[in-house]
């Protein structure tokens, strides 16, 4: 157990040290933000429609983009290799990391969400709904994304192909969580939605370190 | 059947007559499936783009068909390090993201004078969609990897990862109710098709199973031989 908080420590001290860490995730979000009326038009009705949709789109980039590196520098510097000798087994360390990145970056990415879906023109009583989405779903965005950082190890290209094999993935929570929010929006019951988030996410967390864990070993092998 | 098939040498000789057999037939079910197609009376309601159909839902089938052998070979190229299984995955990936871009361009196709529009964001087009990108993201995690072991291993597990996809383009049908046709076919009391169309669709769809066959043993093969080749190669210069 200590060897875990003391890995979570270590995590977190690198997101929040040098680099800006959670604020150029927030940067982001913001520009990505900032360009959708640009691109689709400032007129408040239109905006609104799109607008608990497009705070979605823009989390899952946040969080894809902040996550390519969740693997690179460790696997460089030769900390993975430290790590997989290390009493703990890698699918505890991988689901560690992604912990770590939902914390540094998640959160406050989450909390970010419904004030760009309130500026973008949403009704402020999406809020909660918006929050708890976010919040969950960034911490199934962190578990799948980690399987794409984890599997591009090693390889020539970066970003853009973490993005080709993660984005296909990110395709149910991001149905079910603007599905969810629409609903709310269309005084539907939101819950089924909600529910399916939810469980997503849950198998995500189940299963994404065992994916994680088998990329890095190959990796290092 | 699969223990017999891994040595590599039984497969090689089993392969060697049975991909052209396999690719003659299909040919021979194409043609004869086509011609009755052809031959069938227009649809009251769909004129003579119901001809489509017999190349369009084939392809879409096999698109989901050769994920599965897809994530087969994945399977057991992962558990049992088998290089013939890491080669048949390496083989099924792009014949099934061929599959998948036919049967999304010409669900498109389709879909222009029957809908009135190209496309249309409904569950199943967007599910093909989806598992088209797999693909993409299959071959192209594979190409970014130098170590031809370490990107066969870490496609595999990517392969893996996406079979979670496969049942979601399945039963989006039921999951999401959508513009797209519903299951017409496999349900309960017999299929709604007419029997002047059920005929050719199921011709076509052996027709492109067998080609989908004998295009993979090929396929499985020619990578055999490139192994082969690149080992002499390398015997050759020591």
Redesign the interface.
Known sequence: MSALITLLRRELALAWGKGGGPLVALAFYTSVATLLPLAAGAAPQRLAAVAPGSAWLALALSSLLSLERLFERDYEDGALDLLSLGPLPLEAVSAVKCLAQWISTGLPLAALTPIAAIALGADPRLIPLTLAAALLGGLGFSFVGG?GAA??L????GGV?VA??V???F??PVIFGAGAIEALADGLNWTPGFLFLGGYCLAAMALGPF?MA??CR??L? | MITFLANPQRFMDLSRWLAPSLGVLAVVLACVGLGMGLNAPPDYQQGATVLIMFVHVPAAWLGMFAYACLAGSAFFG?VFRHSLADAAARAAAPLGAGFALLALVTGSLWGRPMWGAWWVWDARL?SEL?LF??Y??YL??QA????EA?AD??AS??A???AV?LP?VHYSVVWWNSLHQGESIFVKGGPLLSAVYLWPLALMALAYTFGFGALWLTRIRAEVWRRRAGALAVQAAR
Do not use: E, M, Q
């Open positions: 399987i599997l591009s090693g390889s020539r290209r192909l080709v094999i984005l296909p993935l395709a149910p994916a088998a990329a190959n990796a092998s | 992962l967007t989806i990108l797999f993409v993201g192209a995690l970014a990897i130098d170590d370490k291993r870490a597990i990517l893996l990862v996406g996809n979601i």
